[in-house]
């Protein structure tokens, strides 16, 4: 397997990855995409968390005896996948430990737990497969996904169920998506760690020209905005580009006059391009429209077919 840059990891910052799974085929997919990751200095754990059956059952359902059955019946199912897991990382040179967590044994959602441990343990990336309308990791949807998005003190890097693709050995075309702050120019460089030499780059910025009620300001007009700030964006992405040795480009997008915005946008440009994995940062405004980036983020990972890195940088940057 070619690992190039991934297996200088250890070095550049993505030290510790922590794995959420479950019993299905999407959290296996998600542990499989970042095996080239898994190298040597690179601490991996993997942790499958087991509902609460109260959580799951009407109240009084079902009788004492019957609810130990159905607790145990889930702790297996979740030690089984946090054991397939661990297993699916058995060739790889990292240090891989694997836990299991009971939600009864918890206070708060499947949520709190992965922000809990992803801060206890100092994650420098959080893994997840996501079915983004259901199942374990709801918190991708709703009013939930904003306090994983801002809380989680790490990066995360969704893999979405719908993603049907063969998982290449490493990210071979890798989309940026910037929003012309200093933060998310910090989000593209801990992102650019995922990369190796071979891997193809985009830097893309997106002029939003849909007309919305809650425009104050006529749309021509935040439009030369943002192209005057789209165009120092993509200047500032080409500076860092500058020093690698992948092939990189640059691009100003639009969006289409009515019916769309920004992380629509996103999503057809990374289908269009054929990117493997799209990155976007998680804190920032965006420029002129003084939009958080984090709500872009939260919304372009639910409706997101390719895996989407919400890159968080460090406080120090």
């Not at 299905?24 to 942790?47: E, K, N, P």
Request: charged fraction near 20%; include cysteine; proline fraction near 4%.
């Amino acid at each position: 397997m070619t690992t190039s840059n991934a297996g200088s990891t250890a070095t550049s910052g993505i030290k510790r990855i922590l794995i959420a799974v479950d019993s299905s085929s999407v959290s296996g997919r998600a542990a499989g995409y970042i095996r080239y990751l898994a190298t040597t200095g690179v601490q991996v754990r993997v942790i499958s968390v087991a509902e609460n059956p109260r959580t799951l059952l009407p109240l009084g359902s079902i009788a004492e005896a019957g609810l130990q059955a159905v607790r145990e019946g889930l702790l297996r199912e979740a030690r089984e996948a946090a054991a397939h897991a661990k297993e699916s990382l058995a060739k790889a040179n990292a240090e891989v430990e694997a836990d299991v967590i009971e939600l009864s044994t918890h206070s708060g959602d499947t949520a709190n737990v992965l922000i809990d441990a992803a801060t206890e343990w100092k994650a420098d990336l959080l893994v997840v497969g996501a079915r983004q309308r259901h199942g374990l990791l709801r918190w991708v949807e709703g009013t939930v996904s904003e306090p994983v998005t801002t809380q989680t003190p790490c990066s995360i890097l969704i893999v979405p169920a719908s993603y049907d693709a063969e998982i290449p050995e490493f990210p071979r075309r890798i989309l940026f998506a910037l929003d012309g702050s200093p933060a998310s120019l910090d989000a593209m460089r801990f992102g650019l760690q995922l990369a190796t030499p071979e891997a193809h780059l985009r830097a893309v910025y997106v002029i939003d020209r849909a007309v919305r009620l809650t425009d104050f300001v006529p749309i021509h007009l935040l439009e030369d905005a943002f192209m005057d700030e789209g165009r120092t964006a993509l200047a500032n992405a080409a500076g860092v580009f500058a020093n690698l040795s992948n092939h990189v480009e640059t691009g100003l997008l639009r969006t289409k006059p009515a019916s769309d915005d920004v992380p629509h946008k996103i999503v057809r440009e990374s289908e269009r391009w054929h990117a493997d994995l799209v990155i976007v940062g998680t804190h920032g405004r965006r420029g002129v429209a003084r939009w958080f980036l984090g709500s872009v983020a939260a919304r372009t990972a639910r409706i997101t077919h390719t895996p989407l890195l919400l890159a968080r940088p460090r406080l120090h940057s």
